[in-house]
């Protein structure tokens, strides 16, 4: 029987060619129903990775922060010892300690948000935490706006009327997707709260600060005596003028990783876990870099130290 299969059908008879395209049809819809589902089902190791993600840049702005200051301060004390006498305007910090505390406490919130969504991805958990979402909403606008880094309460704001309309929300993927506007919104106020250059938010405020150090060494400059007392004036303004870039570079570097994160969520609101992770890889390498930075700075000023009479 050459030509036929067991059904007895020709493989030429057009209802055979029928049959075999309406196979490969179904099949193709298949692994693309499969895909589709693959990508739109949400993965708990990516929101675990996500919340990694805003501790490391938590612990990156709190770093980041200390280090101004601390920089700030060696130089304020160079400063002092070329004074007759000592000043308390000539020492201050242009990050206050309770600045500081805004940004971690904003990060805070995020943490709790991203713990939310863990839940809500937990089986033996979900069924008592489906109001976790909109009471963490209650609670973000129990804020004061002054509690948090300038300009960034109104993103939390927004943030926190979404949750609390989620208070029967099951599911962690629609739940993602209806917060990541507002989530959007909170990393744009903090991204901007930080400043796009030297001219805005706390990149603006720390140039300041450089600014007048590097002032009082020109002032100082001017009245040194002979040419070996101004090279040495010279040599602390080169020095000081790369502590300053170095301090603005990790403030601009801080940022990156904020919008990194954006970037991982609208991600996993997407479904697409997989690429969510690979931005928050870029979050730990930001953070990597910014370490061996400082470190490098801290070298170069142990020399710089080291080699003071």
């Not at 004061?144 to 109104?154: I, K």
């Not at 989620?166 to 903090?190: G, N, Y």
Request: proline content about 4%.
């Amino acid at each position: 029987m050459t030509g036929t299969r067991m059904t007895g059908m020709p493989d030429h008879h057009p209802l055979r060619r029928t049959a075999v395209a309406f196979a490969r049809h179904l099949s193709l819809a298949a692994v693309l129903l499969l895909t589709v589902g693959c990508m739109t089902v949400p993965d708990r190791d990516g929101i675990t990775s996500f919340r990694q993600g805003a501790a490391t840049a938590n612990q990156q702005s709190q770093s980041t922060f200390a280090d101004i200051n601390t920089f700030l301060r060696q130089q304020q004390i160079d400063r002092a010892s070329q004074l007759p006498t000592l000043n308390e305007s000539e020492f201050f910090s242009p990050l206050a300690s309770e600045d500081v505390a805004k940004w971690n406490r904003a990060f805070g919130l995020i943490d709790a948000y991203a713990a939310s969504l863990e839940t809500l991805l937990d089986p033996a958990r979900s069924s008592d935490t489906e109001t976790a979402l909109a009471e963490l909403g209650e609670k973000i606008g129990t804020i004061e706006g002054g509690r948090l880094p300038a300009g960034v309460a109104g993103g939390f704001a927004q943030l926190g009327g979404l949750l609390v309309q989620m208070r029967a929300e099951k599911e962690a993927l629609a739940a993602i997707r209806k917060a990541d506007p507002a989530i959007q919104s909170v990393f744009d106020t903090m991204m901007t709260a930080i400043g796009e250059d030297r001219d805005n938010g706390v990149r603006a405020m720390v140039a300041t600060s450089w600014g007048d150090v590097l002032g009082a060494i020109q002032v100082e400059f001017l009245t040194a005596g002979g040419t070996a007392a101004k090279r040495d004036v010279a040599t602390r303004y080169v020095g000081t003028l790369d502590q300053r870039d170095a301090q603005d570079a990790s403030l601009a570097s801080l940022r990156r990783s904020i919008g990194l994160l954006a970037a991982a969520h609208r991600e996993l609101a997407a479904g697409d876990p997989p690429s969510a992770r690979r931005m928050l890889d870029e979050v730990q390498a930001e953070y990597a870099a910014y370490r061996q930075r400082v470190d490098a700075l801290r070298q170069q000023d142990g020399q710089s130290q080291g080699s003071k009479p």
